[in-house]
Protein backbone atom coordinates (compact mmCIF):
# COMPACT_ATOMS: atom_id res chain seq x y z
CA UNK A 1 0.00 0.00 0.00
CA UNK A 2 1.80 3.49 -0.84
CA UNK A 3 2.62 5.54 1.78
CA UNK A 4 0.10 8.07 1.46
CA UNK A 5 -3.16 5.71 1.26
CA UNK A 6 -6.26 6.18 3.15
CA UNK A 7 -5.76 3.79 6.59
CA UNK A 8 -8.48 1.12 6.85
CA UNK A 9 -10.79 2.20 9.50
CA UNK A 10 -11.85 -1.38 10.23
CA UNK A 11 -8.20 -2.41 10.38
CA UNK A 12 -6.86 -2.69 14.13
CA UNK A 13 -5.17 -1.37 16.07
CA UNK A 14 -6.48 2.12 15.25
CA UNK A 15 -8.21 3.80 17.98
CA UNK A 16 -11.67 4.80 18.14
CA UNK A 17 -10.71 8.94 17.44
CA UNK A 18 -8.49 7.74 14.27
CA UNK A 19 -11.37 5.24 13.15
CA UNK A 20 -14.18 8.95 13.80
CA UNK A 21 -11.86 10.92 11.83
CA UNK A 22 -11.02 8.44 8.40
CA UNK A 23 -15.36 8.07 9.05
CA UNK A 24 -16.35 11.39 9.26
CA UNK A 25 -13.61 12.51 6.14
CA UNK A 26 -14.98 9.53 4.03
CA UNK A 27 -18.45 11.44 4.85
CA UNK A 28 -17.08 14.91 2.95
CA UNK A 29 -17.42 16.66 6.48
CA UNK A 30 -15.53 19.07 8.45
CA UNK A 31 -15.09 19.14 11.54
CA UNK A 32 -17.06 22.41 12.30
CA UNK A 33 -20.17 20.87 10.79
CA UNK A 34 -19.62 17.00 12.90
CA UNK A 35 -19.20 19.47 16.14
CA UNK A 36 -22.50 21.45 15.15
CA UNK A 37 -25.11 18.41 14.30
CA UNK A 38 -23.43 16.69 17.73
CA UNK A 39 -23.90 20.03 19.81
CA UNK A 40 -19.98 19.79 20.79
CA UNK A 41 -17.41 22.32 19.67
CA UNK A 42 -15.15 21.78 16.93
CA UNK A 43 -12.19 21.20 19.52
CA UNK A 44 -13.77 18.62 21.35
CA UNK A 45 -14.24 16.94 17.78
CA UNK A 46 -10.33 17.60 17.35
CA UNK A 47 -9.44 15.74 21.09
CA UNK A 48 -11.47 13.05 20.30
CA UNK A 49 -9.72 12.22 17.04
CA UNK A 50 -6.00 12.82 18.40
CA UNK A 51 -6.45 10.72 20.97
CA UNK A 52 -6.43 13.41 23.55
CA UNK A 53 -9.63 12.64 24.64
CA UNK A 54 -10.78 8.80 25.14
CA UNK A 55 -13.63 6.87 23.63
CA UNK A 56 -16.78 8.90 25.04
CA UNK A 57 -19.37 7.29 26.78
CA UNK A 58 -21.82 5.52 24.64
CA UNK A 59 -24.66 7.85 24.54
CA UNK A 60 -22.02 10.22 22.44
CA UNK A 61 -20.73 7.19 20.79
CA UNK A 62 -24.40 6.38 19.24
CA UNK A 63 -24.29 9.61 18.26
CA UNK A 64 -21.63 10.00 16.11
CA UNK A 65 -22.50 6.28 15.23
CA UNK A 66 -26.25 8.23 13.76
CA UNK A 67 -24.30 10.96 12.46
CA UNK A 68 -21.47 9.18 10.46
CA UNK A 69 -24.25 6.89 9.09
CA UNK A 70 -21.81 3.92 10.97
CA UNK A 71 -23.93 -0.03 9.82
CA UNK A 72 -22.13 -1.47 13.45
CA UNK A 73 -20.58 -0.47 15.98
CA UNK A 74 -17.80 -1.80 15.81
CA UNK A 75 -16.56 -0.35 12.78
CA UNK A 76 -16.13 3.05 14.96
CA UNK A 77 -15.51 1.34 18.40
CA UNK A 78 -12.99 -1.56 17.23
CA UNK A 79 -13.46 -4.43 19.35
CA UNK A 80 -14.51 -2.61 22.63
CA UNK A 81 -18.45 -2.80 22.34
CA UNK A 82 -20.95 -5.71 21.09
CA UNK A 83 -21.36 -5.91 17.94
CA UNK A 84 -24.68 -4.27 16.85
CA UNK A 85 -25.79 -3.44 13.08
CA UNK A 86 -27.66 0.21 13.36
CA UNK A 87 -28.88 1.06 9.71
CA UNK A 88 -29.14 -2.65 8.77
CA UNK A 89 -31.76 -4.39 10.50
CA UNK A 90 -31.69 -8.35 11.09
CA UNK A 91 -32.18 -10.71 7.90
CA UNK A 92 -35.62 -11.41 7.45
CA UNK A 93 -36.13 -15.13 6.89
CA UNK A 94 -38.29 -14.52 3.43
CA UNK A 95 -35.22 -12.38 1.85
CA UNK A 96 -33.29 -15.53 0.10
CA UNK A 97 -36.77 -16.02 -1.59
CA UNK A 98 -37.21 -12.73 -2.99
CA UNK A 99 -33.50 -12.68 -3.87
CA UNK A 100 -34.02 -15.32 -6.31
CA UNK A 101 -36.78 -13.70 -7.38
CA UNK A 102 -35.68 -10.91 -8.36
CA UNK A 103 -32.17 -12.23 -9.66
CA UNK A 104 -34.77 -15.06 -12.21
CA UNK A 105 -34.30 -15.24 -15.75
CA UNK A 106 -37.85 -16.52 -16.36
CA UNK A 107 -36.42 -17.45 -19.86
CA UNK A 108 -36.85 -21.43 -19.06
CA UNK A 109 -40.75 -21.54 -18.70
CA UNK A 110 -44.10 -21.81 -21.11
CA UNK A 111 -46.75 -20.71 -18.24
CA UNK A 112 -48.74 -18.27 -19.66
CA UNK A 113 -47.75 -14.86 -18.00
CA UNK A 114 -50.72 -13.27 -16.07
CA UNK A 115 -52.17 -9.76 -18.07
CA UNK A 116 -50.97 -6.53 -16.55
CA UNK A 117 -54.68 -5.49 -15.27
CA UNK A 118 -54.45 -8.88 -13.54
CA UNK A 119 -50.72 -7.89 -12.27
CA UNK A 120 -51.73 -4.25 -10.96
CA UNK A 121 -55.07 -5.96 -9.17
CA UNK A 122 -52.31 -7.81 -7.40
CA UNK A 123 -50.15 -4.97 -6.63
CA UNK A 124 -52.96 -3.00 -5.17
CA UNK A 125 -54.04 -6.00 -2.24
CA UNK A 126 -49.76 -6.27 -1.90
CA UNK A 127 -49.96 -2.87 -0.93
CA UNK A 128 -53.50 -2.51 1.06
CA UNK A 129 -51.60 -5.79 3.17
CA UNK A 130 -48.71 -4.33 3.50
CA UNK A 131 -50.71 -1.04 5.55
CA UNK A 132 -53.29 -3.49 7.10
CA UNK A 133 -50.38 -5.69 8.84
CA UNK A 134 -47.71 -5.03 11.85
CA UNK A 135 -45.83 -8.03 10.51
CA UNK A 136 -45.66 -6.24 6.75
CA UNK A 137 -42.80 -7.30 5.66
CA UNK A 138 -43.76 -11.04 6.51
CA UNK A 139 -46.91 -10.14 4.54
CA UNK A 140 -45.40 -8.64 1.72
CA UNK A 141 -42.04 -11.39 1.78
CA UNK A 142 -44.60 -13.77 1.03
CA UNK A 143 -46.38 -12.07 -1.67
CA UNK A 144 -43.69 -10.53 -3.84
CA UNK A 145 -41.61 -13.58 -4.98
CA UNK A 146 -44.68 -14.47 -6.80
CA UNK A 147 -45.41 -11.04 -7.87
CA UNK A 148 -41.80 -10.43 -9.35
CA UNK A 149 -41.41 -13.31 -11.53
CA UNK A 150 -45.39 -12.59 -12.69
CA UNK A 151 -44.48 -9.42 -13.94
CA UNK A 152 -41.01 -10.32 -15.39
CA UNK A 153 -42.90 -12.60 -17.47
CA UNK A 154 -45.36 -10.55 -18.22
CA UNK A 155 -42.86 -7.99 -20.07
CA UNK A 156 -41.29 -11.15 -21.54
CA UNK A 157 -44.15 -12.01 -23.25
CA UNK A 158 -45.85 -8.32 -24.33
CA UNK A 159 -46.98 -8.71 -28.12
CA UNK A 160 -46.77 -5.02 -29.08
CA UNK A 161 -44.91 -2.06 -27.74
CA UNK A 162 -48.41 -0.83 -25.78
CA UNK A 163 -48.66 -3.92 -24.06
CA UNK A 164 -44.88 -3.88 -23.07
CA UNK A 165 -45.37 -0.66 -21.73
CA UNK A 166 -47.96 -1.76 -19.27
CA UNK A 167 -46.18 -4.21 -18.17
CA UNK A 168 -43.46 -2.45 -17.78
CA UNK A 169 -45.26 -0.48 -15.14
CA UNK A 170 -46.41 -2.46 -13.44
CA UNK A 171 -43.14 -4.39 -12.67
CA UNK A 172 -41.25 -0.72 -11.72
CA UNK A 173 -44.17 -0.41 -9.46
CA UNK A 174 -43.43 -4.22 -7.96
CA UNK A 175 -39.44 -3.25 -7.89
CA UNK A 176 -41.08 -0.16 -6.02
CA UNK A 177 -42.79 -2.45 -3.22
CA UNK A 178 -39.82 -4.90 -3.79
CA UNK A 179 -37.76 -1.66 -2.41
CA UNK A 180 -39.89 -1.34 0.68
CA UNK A 181 -38.86 -4.94 1.55
CA UNK A 182 -35.36 -4.95 0.70
CA UNK A 183 -34.40 -1.47 2.96
CA UNK A 184 -32.20 -2.16 6.08
CA UNK A 185 -32.01 -5.73 5.03
CA UNK A 186 -28.18 -7.24 4.83
CA UNK A 187 -28.10 -6.93 1.10
CA UNK A 188 -26.81 -3.39 -0.33
CA UNK A 189 -26.20 -5.07 -3.80
CA UNK A 190 -29.99 -6.20 -3.91
CA UNK A 191 -31.40 -2.86 -2.43
CA UNK A 192 -29.40 -0.87 -5.50
CA UNK A 193 -30.38 -3.95 -7.88
CA UNK A 194 -33.75 -3.35 -7.58
CA UNK A 195 -33.93 0.43 -7.34
CA UNK A 196 -31.96 0.66 -10.49
CA UNK A 197 -34.21 -2.16 -12.19
CA UNK A 198 -37.04 -0.02 -11.02
CA UNK A 199 -36.43 2.99 -12.44
CA UNK A 200 -35.28 1.28 -16.10
CA UNK A 201 -38.80 -0.45 -16.06
CA UNK A 202 -40.40 2.95 -15.35
CA UNK A 203 -38.60 5.11 -18.44
CA UNK A 204 -39.49 1.69 -20.91
CA UNK A 205 -43.07 2.41 -19.60
CA UNK A 206 -43.10 5.96 -20.38
CA UNK A 207 -45.64 6.12 -17.26
CA UNK A 208 -45.68 9.70 -15.26
CA UNK A 209 -46.55 7.65 -11.86
CA UNK A 210 -43.88 4.92 -12.40
CA UNK A 211 -41.25 7.57 -13.02
CA UNK A 212 -42.43 9.21 -10.29
CA UNK A 213 -42.17 6.48 -7.64
CA UNK A 214 -38.92 5.23 -9.01
CA UNK A 215 -37.04 8.18 -9.01
CA UNK A 216 -38.86 8.90 -5.27
CA UNK A 217 -37.43 5.59 -3.89
CA UNK A 218 -33.95 6.09 -5.61
CA UNK A 219 -33.46 9.44 -3.87
CA UNK A 220 -34.02 8.24 -0.91
CA UNK A 221 -31.08 5.40 -1.62
CA UNK A 222 -28.99 8.05 -2.40
CA UNK A 223 -29.93 10.56 0.31
CA UNK A 224 -29.30 7.84 3.01
CA UNK A 225 -26.18 6.53 1.72
CA UNK A 226 -25.02 9.50 3.96
CA UNK A 227 -23.71 13.14 2.81
CA UNK A 228 -21.59 12.60 -0.13
CA UNK A 229 -24.66 11.42 -2.17
CA UNK A 230 -26.92 14.19 -1.17
CA UNK A 231 -26.30 16.02 -4.26
CA UNK A 232 -27.07 12.63 -6.56
CA UNK A 233 -30.25 12.46 -4.33
CA UNK A 234 -31.26 16.12 -5.30
CA UNK A 235 -30.48 15.74 -8.92
CA UNK A 236 -32.90 12.85 -9.10
CA UNK A 237 -35.54 14.84 -7.06
CA UNK A 238 -35.33 18.08 -9.18
CA UNK A 239 -35.22 15.84 -12.45
CA UNK A 240 -38.47 14.26 -11.58
CA UNK A 241 -40.07 17.25 -10.57
CA UNK A 242 -39.15 19.01 -13.73
CA UNK A 243 -40.88 16.08 -15.96
CA UNK A 244 -43.55 15.62 -13.78
CA UNK A 245 -44.72 19.60 -13.00
CA UNK A 246 -45.46 19.77 -16.38
CA UNK A 247 -48.03 17.41 -16.62
CA UNK A 248 -49.84 18.61 -13.05
CA UNK A 249 -52.57 20.58 -15.31
CA UNK A 250 -53.79 17.16 -16.96
CA UNK A 251 -52.83 15.08 -14.19
CA UNK A 252 -54.91 12.38 -11.99
CA UNK A 253 -54.11 12.13 -8.32
CA UNK A 254 -51.82 9.46 -8.64
CA UNK A 255 -49.54 12.27 -10.18
CA UNK A 256 -49.88 14.57 -8.26
CA UNK A 257 -49.63 12.87 -5.18
CA UNK A 258 -46.34 11.14 -6.33
CA UNK A 259 -45.37 15.22 -7.38
CA UNK A 260 -46.17 16.59 -3.65
CA UNK A 261 -43.78 13.39 -1.94
CA UNK A 262 -41.19 14.27 -4.55
CA UNK A 263 -41.31 18.05 -3.53
CA UNK A 264 -41.35 16.64 0.42
CA UNK A 265 -38.01 14.72 -0.57
CA UNK A 266 -36.44 17.62 -1.88
CA UNK A 267 -37.28 19.47 1.64
CA UNK A 268 -36.23 16.35 3.89
CA UNK A 269 -32.26 16.01 1.78
CA UNK A 270 -32.03 20.06 2.41
CA UNK A 271 -33.20 19.68 6.71
CA UNK A 272 -30.34 16.77 6.40
CA UNK A 273 -28.32 19.49 5.28
CA UNK A 274 -28.75 21.81 7.71
CA UNK A 275 -30.82 24.05 5.18
CA UNK A 276 -34.20 25.22 7.32
CA UNK A 277 -35.14 28.16 4.70
CA UNK A 278 -34.84 25.44 1.82
CA UNK A 279 -36.53 22.76 3.51
CA UNK A 280 -39.24 25.12 5.18
CA UNK A 281 -39.59 26.08 1.78
CA UNK A 282 -40.39 22.55 -0.39
CA UNK A 283 -42.69 21.58 2.74
CA UNK A 284 -44.42 24.44 2.00
CA UNK A 285 -44.98 23.31 -2.19
CA UNK A 286 -45.76 19.76 -0.82
CA UNK A 287 -48.45 20.72 1.15
CA UNK A 288 -50.40 23.08 -1.30
CA UNK A 289 -49.75 19.96 -3.47
CA UNK A 290 -51.55 17.83 -0.80
CA UNK A 291 -54.46 20.30 -0.59
CA UNK A 292 -55.15 19.58 -4.24
CA UNK A 293 -55.60 16.17 -3.16
CA UNK A 294 -59.30 15.00 -1.44
CA UNK A 295 -58.92 15.10 2.13
CA UNK A 296 -59.45 11.32 1.89
CA UNK A 297 -57.52 10.46 -0.81
CA UNK A 298 -53.94 8.15 0.34
CA UNK A 299 -51.08 7.52 -2.06
CA UNK A 300 -50.39 3.53 -1.47
CA UNK A 301 -47.08 3.85 -2.25
CA UNK A 302 -45.31 6.88 -0.27
CA UNK A 303 -48.31 7.33 1.84
CA UNK A 304 -48.33 11.62 0.40
CA UNK A 305 -52.07 13.05 1.48
CA UNK A 306 -53.26 15.88 3.41
CA UNK A 307 -52.72 13.63 6.59
CA UNK A 308 -49.35 12.91 6.16
CA UNK A 309 -48.08 16.69 6.48
CA UNK A 310 -48.10 16.66 9.70
CA UNK A 311 -45.83 13.74 10.21
CA UNK A 312 -43.91 15.03 7.23
CA UNK A 313 -43.44 18.66 9.55
CA UNK A 314 -41.82 16.46 12.53
CA UNK A 315 -39.50 14.98 9.99
CA UNK A 316 -38.15 18.46 8.85
CA UNK A 317 -37.62 19.89 12.31
CA UNK A 318 -36.11 16.86 13.77
CA UNK A 319 -33.29 16.52 10.96
CA UNK A 320 -33.04 20.25 11.49
CA UNK A 321 -32.31 19.76 15.40
CA UNK A 322 -34.96 21.63 16.18
CA UNK A 323 -35.56 19.82 19.57
CA UNK A 324 -38.66 22.31 21.29
CA UNK A 325 -39.96 23.15 17.09
CA UNK A 326 -40.27 19.38 16.26
CA UNK A 327 -42.13 18.56 19.74
CA UNK A 328 -44.88 21.39 18.65
CA UNK A 329 -45.17 19.64 15.39
CA UNK A 330 -45.77 16.37 16.98
CA UNK A 331 -48.74 17.63 19.75
CA UNK A 332 -50.56 19.21 16.04
CA UNK A 333 -49.87 16.28 13.93
CA UNK A 334 -53.07 14.16 13.35
CA UNK A 335 -52.24 10.80 14.19
CA UNK A 336 -55.68 8.90 14.16
CA UNK A 337 -55.64 10.50 9.96
CA UNK A 338 -52.70 8.05 9.08
CA UNK A 339 -54.07 4.73 8.04
CA UNK A 340 -51.39 2.55 7.25
CA UNK A 341 -49.98 0.82 10.19
CA UNK A 342 -46.20 1.01 9.31
CA UNK A 343 -46.34 4.87 8.20
CA UNK A 344 -47.78 5.59 11.94
CA UNK A 345 -45.29 3.19 13.08
CA UNK A 346 -42.47 5.63 11.58
CA UNK A 347 -44.41 8.80 12.43
CA UNK A 348 -44.19 7.46 15.86
CA UNK A 349 -40.36 6.91 15.40
CA UNK A 350 -39.99 10.78 14.28
CA UNK A 351 -42.28 11.73 17.24
CA UNK A 352 -39.25 9.93 19.70
CA UNK A 353 -36.28 11.24 18.17
CA UNK A 354 -38.79 14.83 18.59
CA UNK A 355 -38.97 13.84 22.30
CA UNK A 356 -35.32 13.03 22.78
CA UNK A 357 -33.87 16.26 20.75
CA UNK A 358 -35.56 18.37 23.39
CA UNK A 359 -34.44 16.34 26.21
CA UNK A 360 -37.82 14.73 27.18
CA UNK A 361 -36.05 10.84 27.24
CA UNK A 362 -38.91 9.12 29.16
CA UNK A 363 -41.56 10.44 26.66
CA UNK A 364 -39.55 9.32 24.19
CA UNK A 365 -39.24 5.62 25.06
CA UNK A 366 -43.25 5.71 25.61
CA UNK A 367 -43.54 7.12 22.02
CA UNK A 368 -41.41 3.99 20.91
CA UNK A 369 -43.21 1.47 22.76
CA UNK A 370 -46.19 2.91 20.52
CA UNK A 371 -44.71 2.77 16.95
CA UNK A 372 -43.98 -1.11 18.18
CA UNK A 373 -47.42 -1.82 18.76
CA UNK A 374 -48.42 -0.04 15.50
CA UNK A 375 -45.62 -2.26 13.91
CA UNK A 376 -43.11 -4.02 15.14
CA UNK A 377 -41.43 -4.64 11.82
CA UNK A 378 -40.95 -1.26 11.70
CA UNK A 379 -39.00 -0.28 14.62
CA UNK A 380 -37.34 -2.85 14.45
CA UNK A 381 -35.34 -2.13 11.63
CA UNK A 382 -35.13 1.45 12.14
CA UNK A 383 -31.86 3.14 12.85
CA UNK A 384 -32.52 5.85 14.92
CA UNK A 385 -34.86 3.77 16.82
CA UNK A 386 -32.57 1.42 17.91
CA UNK A 387 -30.36 4.18 19.01
CA UNK A 388 -32.43 5.78 21.23
CA UNK A 389 -33.61 2.57 22.79
CA UNK A 390 -29.03 1.24 23.18
CA UNK A 391 -28.63 4.91 24.32
CA UNK A 392 -31.41 4.58 27.01
CA UNK A 393 -30.20 1.45 28.15
CA UNK A 394 -26.90 3.55 29.69
CA UNK A 395 -29.46 6.18 31.14
CA UNK A 396 -28.69 6.93 35.26
CA UNK A 397 -32.16 6.74 35.60
CA UNK A 398 -33.36 2.90 36.81
CA UNK A 399 -36.84 2.85 35.73
CA UNK A 400 -35.77 4.74 32.15
CA UNK A 401 -33.11 2.12 31.78
CA UNK A 402 -34.97 -0.67 32.88
CA UNK A 403 -37.96 0.56 30.29
CA UNK A 404 -34.78 0.84 27.61
CA UNK A 405 -33.54 -2.83 28.35
CA UNK A 406 -37.37 -4.01 28.20
CA UNK A 407 -37.76 -2.67 24.78
CA UNK A 408 -34.39 -3.54 23.57
CA UNK A 409 -35.14 -7.05 24.25
CA UNK A 410 -38.21 -7.58 22.10
CA UNK A 411 -36.36 -6.26 19.29
CA UNK A 412 -33.17 -8.30 20.11
CA UNK A 413 -30.87 -5.50 20.13
CA UNK A 414 -27.82 -6.85 21.59
CA UNK A 415 -28.31 -10.61 20.67
CA UNK A 416 -25.37 -12.83 19.67
Known amino acids: MPDDATPDPYADPLGFGHRMQILRTKRGMSRPVAAGLLGMSPSWVKQV ?43 HSRLPAVRDAVNALTLGTDRQAPSAEHLAARLAKAWTARHKAANHRE ?66 SEDPHAIGVAAWLAAQAHRDTGPDHFDAADAMTLEALSYLERLLPEADDRVRAITGALQFEAGYTAARRGESGAAWGWWDKAKATAGRLGPGYYHPVTSFSQAIMGAHAVTVAVELRAGGESVRQAVAADTAAIPSRPRLARHRIEEARAYQLDGQAETALATLEKAHKAAPETIQYNGYARRIVLEETESRVPARRQRAAALADQLNLLAA
Do not use: H, N
Open 139 to 204: VIGELLPGLIRDAQLAVRQSDSAVDRRAAQAVLSEVYSLSQFFVAYQPDSALLWRVAERGMVAAQE
Open 49 to 91: ERGEIGMPKLPIVLRIAELLRVRDLSDLTGDQTPSVDLFIGPG
